[in-house]
Nanobody
């Protein structure tokens, strides 16, 4: 079992920055990847960033603006979001995938970017 808890969302003006945090607990050695997803009202959930031991990957819409990273000592994965745009407004979710392909989700944190 893996537990995920997101924080750091809020209201920010266009061009501003936020850093989301995802505290990971449980069977951490079994995790293959940690991902950030987002979902805006009426839209499908989309993956915006992926972190594994080998690589990071970003959706085209956030490349150059978002950075995924981790602090193993704090068992936390971060999503640094810079130059935010109104189109980034969404609920952001942390997701962990185990080597067995089992997936776990956090409850989400809301990000709202005003124009």
């Amino acid at each position: 079992q893996v537990q995920l808890a997101e924080s750091g969302g809020g209201l920010v003006q266009s061009g501003g920055s936020l850093r989301l945090s995802c505290v990971v607990s449980g069977l951490i050695p079994s995790i293959y990847s940690v991902n950030w997803y987002r979902q805006a009202p009426g839209n499908q959930r989309e993956r915006v960033a992926t972190l594994t031991d080998v690589y990071t990957e970003y959706a085209e819409s956030v490349k150059g603006r978002f950075t995924i990273s981790r602090d193993n000592s704090k068992e936390t994965v971060y999503l640094q979001m810079n130059n935010l745009e109104p189109s980034d407004t969404a609920e952001y979710f942390c997701n962990a995938v185990q080597c067995s392909d089992a997936q776990y989700w956090g409850l989400g944190t809301q990000v709202t970017v005003s124009s």
